[in-house]
């Protein structure tokens, strides 16, 4: 009997794939369904309801997320008081994602024209927010 070849990298996934922990991984989620039309793909959440392991899809990419859990080291960026990870996102119409009175009521976030350097690179419209466990960056090409 033979067994079948594990795929390195599981179907519809990408060689790097975000990992969030953070405080109300839940809540984030049910955020990054408004905001940015995320579907939920797992969760697998503890006896009183903290998310052990949740992954949503965005687009064509695939992001973790847990609960912090400062007994395991795991700790979000409320805890560490702040965070180094900035995600970028490309969405087709950046102007109508931060028009949506849902996700300014929930980022504080302002619309920007590119800086001259992402100009440059094709970036014709880029925003960014603080939200739900990470910094996010979002722009189109044009």
Not at 38 to 50: F, I, M, V
Not at 107 to 128: I, L, V, Y
Not at 132 to 139: E, H
Request: proline share 6%; charged share 20%; aromatic share 8%.
């Amino acid at each position: 009997m033979s067994i079948s070849p594990i795929e390195p990298i599981p179907d519809g996934m990408h060689s790097v794939t975000p990992y969030l922990i953070c405080e109300g991984a839940a809540d984030a989620i049910e955020f990054y369904k408004k905001a940015f039309g995320a579907t939920e793909l797992s969760r697998l959440p503890d006896p009183n309801g903290k998310v052990m392991h949740a992954s949503i899809r965005i687009g064509d990419s695939t992001v973790m997320l847990v609960d912090d859990a400062p007994s395991w080291g795991m700790l979000g960026p409320k805890a560490l008081k702040g965070s180094a990870v900035y995600i970028h996102l490309y969405v087709n119409d950046v102007d109508a994602l931060t028009a949506r009175a849902a996700f300014r009521r929930i980022t504080g976030s302002e619309r920007t024209a590119a800086p001259n350097s992402a100009r440059q690179h094709s970036m014709a419209r880029f925003d960014r927010c603080g939200i739900a466990c990470v910094s996010w960056g979002m722009a189109h090409c044009g």
